[in-house]
């Protein structure tokens, strides 16, 4: 892959790339060949590798190469974004660009799939993790972000019994003093702690999402987020499940 040496000139800089930033890489190049070539559409590891083993740069550290290649090939296999072509040519081991990866523009659309060892969806709290998922993967990171503090909020004022909203359902929730999922058996500083870890994420996260667009576009910042709404989830279930 020629096109490979132009983007990553420097063996260094491409073996430092995790597989699902390599495998990004290769999958945007890939589409731009096909646009401008015009073949069948479809691509075979094997050619690719012996492309690429055919590049000067790269020989002298081949075999790390070739297993970046390989792992980077398996990440987008994986994910769903290259598919076995039809009949005997995907037999023998002819690949195309899924109905998703043939829409995608630019490495940006890309972008999801090489942050989702990030936020793998079995680690999402079940309330949230279906719709705050796909919202992800999908690249609409507000709505995302929206999702998991507005399910936090639900679970807030489902627990408490408190027909409140945002920052003052939380302060109310849990109050220091004796609100009810507040745990009275805590030194009451980190009850006032934990009183402000609720009213500060829904005010800071949840309640300018509903306002305004905000318009988030870094899919790190939303994961950082949407973890954080995942261990609030946690703590409510601790306090749902606590003696009275």
């Known amino acids: 892959m020629q096109e490979l040496a132009q983007a990553i000139p420097d063996v260094e800089a491409l073996l430092a790339l995790e597989p699902e930033e390599l495998g990004a890489k290769l999958l945007f190049l890939a589409r731009q060949r096909i646009r401008r070539t015009e073949n069948s559409g479809m691509l075979h590891f094997g050619n690719m590798e012996g492309e690429l083993n055919r590049l000067e740069i790269y020989r002298a550290r081949w075999a790390e190469v070739s297993l970046a290649f390989a792992e980077a ?3 987008l296999e994986a994910q769903g974004l290259i598919v076995p072509a039809e009949g005997i040519n995907g037999m023998n081991g002819w690949r195309r660009l899924s109905r998703r990866a043939a829409k ?141």
Do not use: C
Not at 139 to 146: K, L, T
Not at 190 to 197: F, P, V, W
Not at 213 to 235: C, F, Q, T
């Open 104 to 244: 995608f523009e630019s490495e940006t659309d890309v972008k999801p799939y090489a942050f989702i060892r990030r936020l793998p969806k079995e680690v999402l709290h079940p309330v949230f993790a279906n719709t705050v998922w796909a919202a992800f993967m999908r690249g609409e990171y507000d709505v995302a972000v929206f999702q998991a503090m507005k399910a936090v909020e639900v679970a807030v004022r489902e627990a408490a019994g408190i027909p409140e909203l945002g920052v003052r359902l939380m302060r109310k929730a849990f109050d220091p003093k004796g609100g009810p999922l507040a745990d009275m058996e805590a030194d009451e500083g980190e009850r006032d702690a934990l009183s402000t870890l609720f009213a500060g994420a829904i005010g800071s996260f949840k309640n300018p999402h509903s306002h305004r667009d905000v318009g988030l576009s870094d899919p790190g910042e939303a994961i950082e987020i949407i973890m954080i709404a995942n261990h609030l989830m946690r703590i409510i279930d601790g306090r749902k499940a606590a003696p009275s």
């Open 73 to 75: 090939w398996a990440w």
